[in-house]
């Protein structure tokens, strides 16, 4: 007999996991909220997330299965929503098996209309927290004094890692050629020629002194002649997390931020992983010059706080766009560092 799915539970409180030694707790936090961005105006062009419907149109007959119809599917935007949902599950999946606990995922207003600000019901149970930056910068989610003195006093916590994952800004002038030619260089018809992101996880960076901003929306370079990724450029003598290991590529992913570093102390922050950008889809970023965008950044211990910061974007923890070993290790290497 085939191996079921275990039985799904929904709307149920969290139970907490206990501290074992040596076991990460991971726990993914969807910055959005989950009302605001399903109930989004589908006469809106820009700023908000694809329906459903209009993913089976583009990516036809990907989602054409009874499992996608609308008696099986949301078709509005909330089905996209939960396109991202399930997409973890091979992330979560590889996880567990590592470090023996389920991974926790909560959202900042849920589909049931409840609010859940990170504070001590997240991060008790919590060694390494993932913001996956997903709300929209008109939704205005901020994060509040209260989460950021949270969060702060967890990070003098040994052993805690917070994960910060702002997505992609595509579009922020007002010139509409550039947008057009953001638009493409990325080549996904599904996002419009203005989508900026991550607000709440902008407020949480400048509120934890994160010196990096997540600019444009960039298209990796790729193998000549095949369709894989181009290898990461890796600064492997800077990973003492050991993150990269056996890692040659992260995610292909159309529309990937660049996390420029602002600060001009080169010690504060490391840039462990640097990926090629398409060459051959012009795009005012390489037109000023760049042929890489920073992937992966690490914020080492200091005075202030015993946890670690590594900025990433979520794509790579999803397969929603693909998947590979070399991706799974990366999984891995998260659940697993010391």
Known sequence: MATRQPARTYNQDHIPRKQTPGKRRVSIYWTWSYPW???RDLTELDNRFSSMTEVRRVAWPAFEATEWDKMNFLQGIGGTLELFHRSTLSFQQVVGEAT???????????????????????????DTLMVFGLDHLVAEQEAESGEIDAIRE?????????????????GFTNDPQQRQMEYRHHGDELVPRQQRFSQYTRSLMAALNVPVNNQWG??????????????????????????????????????????????????????????????????????????????LLW??????????????????????????????NLWRNLAVMK
């Not at 023996?100 to 919590?126: C, M, N, S, W």
């Not at 080492?300 to 070399?326: K, M, V, W, Y």
């Open 154 to 170: 967890w990070l003098k916590r040994e052993g805690t890692c917070l994960v910060l994952a702002p997505h992609h800004d595509v």
């Open 299 to 328: 914020m080492p211990p200091n005075e202030q706080r015993a946890g670690d910061i590594l900025l990433i974007d979520s794509t790579h923890f999803t397969t929603l766009f693909g998947g590979t070993e070399s991706l799974t």
């Open 37 to 39: 961005e399903t109930n």
């Open 218 to 295: 960039l298209r990796p370079a790729v193998v000549k002649g095949t369709k894989e990724i181009a290898p990461l450029t890796a600064f492997r003598d800077l990973d003492a997390l050991g993150l990269l290991n056996n890692v040659t590529t992260f995610n292909f992913h159309l529309h990937l931020p660049h996390y420029e570093v602002t600060a001009q102390d080169a010690y504060s922050v490391h840039v462990l992983g640097r990926q090629l950008i398409d060459p051959d889809r012009p795009h005012p970023f390489t037109a000023a010059g760049n042929k890489e965008f920073n992937c």
């Open 100 to 126: 023996g606990h389920p991974v926790a995922v909560f959202q900042r207003i849920d589909q049931a209309g409840y609010k859940l600000p990170i504070d001590e019901r997240v991060l008790a149970d919590t």
